[in-house]
């Protein structure tokens, strides 16, 4: 297939561009370099710098012919999306828009969208299934849920064939691309800077949760698992036919089991052999304190199953990255 990567210059969107080359398929990868790394596109795949929101340029792209689109352009920090949420609105549903008007005007009728677990908000029970109530508790989770939603009409009204692919945490790295985000708010990163040395501790929030250790326990997945069900979910297009009910499937993403932050540092720890002080704080305002994925329905229908659950496979792979990022920084100074 020919494919568009909407968002190719970013850490998903890098990672799942490497595979789909490994795999044979030709793309193109459109980032207008906001929050992504030109470095990080991957080698061998040209990049268009265009905005999701820039319907037009969108259609002239397409026009050259593809087969699908991989949509992973949008902005992603929850607490920036709480006191800037027309930023999230303009870019991940405005954007949204425009692409699939682009892609309907231009003919081209499958997406695979990245899409969060962010959408169902403190859920009801754990694991989460795609059943679970939608109520998101941030405007980031609100603005993927509306182009969620998005997906769902166009598919109805005009043909579409998506795939949403929702999950809570992704870390790990493959090879020459791996997390790299400005500012970073993900803790997996966070943990390995303070082993860096370039953080002087950890804050970690909150130790008196109702779980095993006291803090919070979270689903983590190996970002190349991730990019497994991207390619998983072209295929599952291919074979979609015309039944309504497959046009547009939303399917969870998670390990199988949870980690909690104290897991998480000690298991840092033994892969770095760095000490990671850590300042206990307060717990933040609305931190479940359990959030972990069901991947009953991807598993079933498609047969994707994590290859790498492994928390230290995690965990090395991200800091062998961040070790070679840093050595590559060494060297350009």
Aim: hydrophobic residues 40%; contains cysteine; proline residues 5%.
């Amino acid at each position: 297939m020919r494919i568009l990567v909407v968002g190719g210059a970013g850490y998903i969107g890098s990672v799942v561009s490497r595979r789909l080359l490994a795999a044979g398929h030709e793309l193109v990868v459109a980032d207008n370099l906001s929050t992504g790394h030109r470095d990080a596109v991957a080698p061998g795949a040209p990049l268009v710098q265009v905005d999701v929101r820039d319907r037009d340029a969108l259609a002239g792209l397409l026009r050259s012919g593809f087969d699908a689109v991989m949509h992973f352009a949008a902005r992603s920090l929850v607490g920036e999306s709480e006191t800037k949420p027309e930023l999230y609105w303009d870019n991940n549903v405005g954007g949204t828009r425009c692409l699939l008007d682009a892609m309907r005007n231009t003919g081209v009728r499958r997406l695979v969208f990245s899409s969060t677990a962010s959408t169902y908000g403190e859920p009801e029970s754990i694991p989460v299934d795609e059943d679970a109530r939608v109520k998101p508790t941030s405007a980031y989770g609100s603005s993927k849920l509306a182009a969620d939603m998005m997906l769902g009409d166009e598919a109805r009204a005009h043909g579409l064939q998506a795939v949403s692919l929702r999950y809570f945490n992704v870390a790990g790295a493959v090879e020459d691309a791996g997390e790299r985000h400005q500012p970073e708010t993900h803790l997996i990163p966070n943990v390995l800077s303070v082993a860096a040395g370039r953080a002087p501790f950890l804050t970690l929030f909150g130790d008196d949760y109702p779980t095993a250790d006291g803090t919070c326990i979270r689903d983590y997945l190996h970002v190349n698992d991730l990019a497994s069900a991207h390619l998983l979910a072209l295929v599952t297009m291919a074979e979609g036919g015309d039944d309504e009910a497959r046009r547009h499937r939303i399917y969870n993403l998670g390990n199988g089991a949870g980690f909690s932050v104290l897991e998480i540092i000690a298991t840092a720890r033994r892969v770095t052999g760095a000490p990671i002080p850590v300042r206990v704080v307060s717990r933040r305002q609305g931190d479940p304190a359990v959030l972990v994925a069901s991947s009953r329905r991807i598993h079933e229908e498609l047969g994707w199953t994590p290859k790498q659950p492994s928390l230290e496979e995690i965990i090395g792979d991200a800091w062998t990255f961040m070790c070679r990022q840093g050595t590559a920084e060494n060297m350009e100074q």
